[in-house]
């Protein structure tokens, strides 16, 4: 059974910190490309498309500029496991947080894709809130 975990979410007030774990189950991140999304209820709604946050593959790393210099993403291979540690956190961070993997072809070779279409296999999400 192939299947992301994710956890760490939570309540935080604004400039907090928190740190995001997605563990992989049934298969090895090794060779794939991983990101972090984000969605709010009201853009699901209308069709919108997650926002990536970041991602990391063998070769690069990539973070969106909302995030740049609060936001880091990880991971530690040993444990199959990709983190997002989120530092001075705003409201305008509230949302549910998705990791996800491109499993197409070797995606961990080459630069990982902040689009979220990209992305074929996804954890449930968990829900971030920044508020005082």
């Known amino acids: 059974q192939v299947q992301l975990v994710e956890s760490g979410g939570g309540l935080a007030q604004p400039g907090g910190s928190l740190r995001l774990s997605c563990v992989a189950h049934g298969f090895s991140l090794d060779y794939y490309s991983i990101g972090w999304f984000r969605q709010v209820p009201w853009k699901e709604r209308e069709g919108h498309s997650r926002?990536?946050?970041?991602?990391?593959?063998?070769?690069?790393?990539w973070s969106s500029r909302s995030v740049q210099g609060r936001f880091t993403i990880s991971r530690d291979m040993a444990k199959n496991t990709v983190y997002l540690q989120m530092n001075s956190l705003e409201p305008e961070d509230t949302a549910v947080y998705y990791c996800?993997?491109?499993?197409?072809?070797?995606?961990?070779?080459?630069?990982?894709?902040?689009?979220?279409?990209?992305?074929?296999?996804w954890g449930q999400g968990t829900q971030v809130t920044v508020s005082s």
């Open positions: 926002e990536g946050v970041s991602c990391i593959s063998n070769v690069s790393t």
């Open positions: 996800a993997v491109d499993r197409k072809g070797n995606s961990g070779a080459v630069h990982c894709a902040p689009e979220d279409y990209e992305y074929d296999v």
